[in-house]
C-alpha cells in the first residue's frame, strides 16, 4: 500500500505538471492556482488498494470564450476521486470507483459595483449505483458560492457576491453525464474555453491536455447493467439507471 | 565546436586570475583549456575581446571592476553584455557581489571569496554548458518543440518536457536579451546549436537546479525528510542510486522521484495514514530502515518536526502550515513545487521586493 501512495502521489504531480504546461500553451495569460501537486491534491488511503484523492479547491482564470482577448471568468472547483490500484488493468492501473465534483464560474462585476463578484454557473457531478432514479453518473445545477474561499485564496478577488444566478435554478434536476470527475472537468475546462474554430495550436494541445487527464480510467467498465444488452453500444442515457 | 573547449577568465589583478587558473586547471583535470586575459590600460578592450571570443570558447568568467591597470571604464558589467549579445555564456565574479536570487535568465554571479570556491563553481558551470552541449549536438534540433524539450533532453529525461516549460513560463517573456537574439535571424545550423545551449544551459543552470522540483540539493534532501543538511549528507550512501550527475550537479544532488522510488521500495508495513504529514511518514521509512532517530531541523515554529519544502531565500526547511510559508511568489518558478517562501521573509519583503 505504501508503494501505490508514491506511485500516485508521483502521478498526480506528473499530471498537474503538464496540465499547467497545456494551459499555459493554450493561452498564456491563462493561470492555474496553485502551482505545487501539494497543494492541490492530498492522497488518503481507503484500505490496501484503495485511495482517495481529496482535490483543494483549485481556480483556474480563463477567457468565457475561446474568441474572447483576454481571460475574464474564474472557475474554481474541488471534490475527489476514489481510486483502486490494479496492476493488470490497461493502460492505466488506476481505476474509478467513485468520484464527486464541485465547480464554480465566477466574473469580476464591472461598473458601479465593480468590487464584488457574479456567480454565474455552478454545478455538481457525483454518481449514484444504486438509488432509484438516479442516473448513474450526472449533474446538478446549483449554486457553489461556497467555493468562493477557494477562489480568493489565489487571487486577489472580492469575496461579496452580490449576484447569484445558479441559486434560483431547480436543484434536483439530475442530468445524466458522462463521468465527471475533477480531472474530466479539467478536460472540459480548457475544450470549452481555449479551443475553437481557427485555433489550431489549442486544438492540438487538448490533446496533450486530454492525455495529461487520462490516468484514470472510468467506473462504467465495472457495471454490470451499463454492460449488458444494447446499452454498451447505445449510448442513450435511458440504460443508465439502476434495475429495481 | 572545435576542440578544445576554452573557458576565458578576466580580471585586473593578474596575481588572482593567475591562482584561479590553477585552481580552475587542477580541477578540470585536463577537460578544457584556460585563456586569461587581465586588461592593461592601452588596450581596445572591445578588440581585444573579439579576438578571443573564438567559437569554442563555453564560459567566459569576468571580474566585476577591470580598471585596476589603468583602463577606465571597463567593468564586468560591460563584458556581460558583449558576450550576451554574442550568446556566449558569462558570468560575473566579485569579492563583493553575492548571487542574486530572483530568477533571471541569463545572468550569472560567481562568488570569489576565494579563488578555490571561485574555481569550484566555475568549473561546474562550465562542465555544464559543455554536458548541455555535448548531448543536444547529437539532438535533431529542428524535431524539438522548444527550449523545455531540449531541456528535458538534456537532462535525459523527456518526460520533464512540462515541468521545464512551467520552469520558464514567467522568464522568456520579460526578457531583453532575447530580442538581440532574435535579431540575429541567422540561419547556421552552428549558430541555431550555440543558441540552443545557450538558452538551456543558463535554464538549467539559473531556474531549474536553484528552485527545487525534480531536482534537489542535499539541504531540500534533508528539508525534504523533515531533517537537517548535516543529516541528508549522512545518507549520501542510503540514496546514492538516486544520483543525479547530469548537467551544473554541484555537491550531492539527487533526483527526486529516484529518492521518491527507494523510499517507496523501504514502505512496506508503515501506515502513511497514521501520520500527520506525507514528510513526516518519508522522514519515519528513513528512521525506521536506519534504526534511529533523525535529527530534527531547526524551527521554532514545530520544532522540526514538519518540513517537506525548502526556502531558497532564507535556506531552511519550511512546512505547508500558513503561519510557517507561503506556496509561490513571482520569483518561484511554476513548476518548483518543493519551493516555498518563509513566511516571515514574504512578509517581510513582500512590498519591497515584488513578490
Request: proline share 5%.
Amino acid at each position: 500500500m505504501a508503494a501505490a501512495v508514491f506511485h500516485l502521489r508521483r502521478e498526480l504531480a506528473t499530471h498537474w505538471m503538464a496540465i499547467q504546461a497545456s494551459f499555459s500553451r493554450m493561452r498564456k495569460e491563462v493561470q492555474v492556482k496553485p502551482p505545487g501537486p501539494d497543494d492541490a491534491f492530498s492522497v488518503h488511503p481507503v484500505d490496501d488498494v484503495t485511495f482517495r484523492i481529496d482535490v483543494q479547491p483549485v481556480a483556474f482564470f480563463l477567457p468565457e470564450k475561446p474568441s474572447h482577448g483576454q481571460p475574464d471568468l474564474y472557475v474554481v472547483m474541488s471534490g475527489s476521486l476514489t481510486v483502486i490500484r490494479d496492476e493488470s488493468a490497461y493502460p492505466t492501473n488506476w481505476l474509478t470507483t467513485s468520484y464527486a465534483t464541485r465547480v464554480g464560474y465566477f466574473k469580476v462585476r464591472s461598473g458601479r459595483q465593480e468590487n464584488t463578484l457574479r456567480h454565474v454557473f455552478g454545478v455538481h457531478y457525483d454518481h449514484d449505483e444504486e438509488l432509484p432514479g438516479h442516473p448513474v453518473f450526472h449533474s446538478q445545477m446549483s449554486s457553489q458560492r461556497q467555493l468562493v474561499g477557494g477562489l480568493t485564496s489565489h487571487f486577489r478577488l472580492p469575496s461579496q457576491i452580490t449576484d447569484d444566478i445558479p441559486t434560483w435554478l431547480l436543484g434536483n434536476v439530475r442530468i445524466p453525464t458522462a463521468q465527471m470527475d475533477p480531472f474530466s472537468v479539467i478536460t472540459q475546462l480548457g475544450a470549452d474555453h481555449l479551443c475553437g474554430d481557427g485555433r489550431d495550436a489549442a486544438n492540438r494541445e487538448l490533446t496533450k491536455l486530454r492525455a495529461a487527464c487520462d490516468f484514470v480510467r472510468g467506473r462504467a467498465d465495472s457495471l454490470p447493467f451499463l454492460n449488458a444488452g444494447i446499452a454498451p453500444q447505445c449510448y442513450r442515457s435511458t440504460h443508465w439507471y439502476t434495475r429495481s | 565546436m572545435t576542440d578544445p573547449n576554452v573557458l576565458l577568465l578576466i580580471d585586473d589583478d593578474s596575481d588572482f586570475l593567475a591562482e584561479l587558473k590553477e585552481e580552475v586547471k587542477r580541477r578540470l583535470q585536463g577537460d578544457g583549456f584556460v585563456e586569461t586575459w587581465s586588461p592593461s590600460r592601452d588596450e581596445k578592450p572591445r578588440d581585444v575581446l573579439d579576438a578571443y571570443i573564438q567559437d569554442n570558447v563555453v564560459l567566459v568568467v569576468t571580474d566585476d571592476d577591470l580598471t585596476g591597470n589603468g583602463l577606465t571604464g571597463l567593468f564586468g558589467a560591460t563584458v556581460v553584455d558583449w558576450c550576451q549579445r554574442k550568446q556566449v555564456p558569462v558570468a560575473i565574479f566579485s569579492r563583493r557581489l553575492t548571487d542574486d536570487q530572483r530568477p533571471d535568465l541569463f545572468d550569472m554571479v560567481v562568488s570569489a571569496s576565494t579563488a578555490g570556491t571561485a574555481a569550484e563553481e566555475i568549473v561546474v558551470t562550465f562542465e555544464g554548458f559543455v554536458k548541455v552541449w555535448e548531448v543536444l549536438s547529437g539532438t535533431s534540433l529542428t524535431e524539438l518543440s522548444g527550449p523545455a524539450e531540449a531541456a528535458a533532453v538534456a537532462l535525459g529525461d523527456p518526460q520533464l518536457e512540462s515541468e521545464l516549460a512551467l520552469y520558464t513560463a514567467k522568464l522568456f517573456a520579460a526578457n531583453s536579451v532575447l530580442g538581440s537574439i532574435g535579431a540575429t535571424q541567422s540561419h547556421d545550423p552552428d549558430e541555431h546549436l550555440r543558441l540552443l545551449v545557450y538558452v538551456v544551459g543558463h535554464i538549467l543552470r539559473n531556474v531549474v537546479l536553484p528552485y527545487p522540483g525534480p531536482i534537489i540539493g542535499e539541504s531540500v534532501l534533508g528539508a525534504y525528510l523533515c531533517t537537517t543538511t548535516e543529516e541528508a549528507e549522512r545518507l549520501s550512501a542510503f540514496f546514492e542510486e538516486a544520483g543525479y550527475i547530469g548537467p551544473f550537479a554541484a555537491g550531492r544532488t539527487y533526483w527526486r522521484d529516484k529518492v521518491d522510488d527507494i523510499l517507496a521500495s523501504l514502505a512496506e508495513g508503515l501506515d502513511e495514514s497514521t501520520y500527520e504529514t506525507f514528510p513526516q511518514f518519508c522522514r519515519a521509512i528513513v528512521e525506521r530502515r536506519l534504526g534511529r532517530e533523525l535529527a530534527r531541523h531547526e524551527c521554532e515554529r514545530c520544532g522540526g518536526e514538519y518540513g517537506g519544502f525548502f526556502c531558497p531565500f532564507t535556506v531552511r526547511a519550511v512546512c505547508r502550515r500558513d503561519d510557517c510559508s507561503v506556496d509561490t511568489n513571482s520569483w518561484i518558478p511554476q513548476a518548483a513545487d518543493l519551493t516555498r517562501t518563509e513566511r516571515e521573509y514574504f512578509d517581510e519583503w513582500q512590498s519591497f521586493l515584488g513578490f
